[in-house]
């Protein structure tokens, strides 16, 4: 059974997600960061012509290991570009972020799951 879904809170609990995404990057917030994501997620990008993907554990070392952008006095880019809650249980959020010196377009699935919000999958594009 789906959960109902109620706009206004869904949304909410939504852009708080996409702020911890957001805001955890930004400023090399691991803790912040990973808990935008449900463990079990999986990022997806094309490199030399072929998807490629990377699981949560993999890609939380990845970014642990970068200096975040704020410690070099870059601006942050935190734009949501496009926000659907699909159902009581699954969402689909377009962002624009930056990690310089690549601006990025990531498509961002959520799923609720125990009453919370998180990025399952992450489609993700350099857009320079």
Known sequence: MTNTIDAAADEAAIRAVLTDYF???????????????????????????????????????????????ADSGAVQLAQVLELTVTSGDTAHARVRDAFPPRTYVNDLCLAKAGGRWAIVSKVYHAEN
């Open 23 to 69: 805001d955890g990057l930004y400023h090399g917030r691991m803790d912040q960061f990973a808990r935008a994501f449900h463990p079990e997620a999986r990022l997806f990008t094309v490199t030399a012509d072929k998807v490629t993907t990377i699981d949560y554990e993999p890609y939380m070392e990845r970014c642990r290991g970068r200096a975040a952008p």
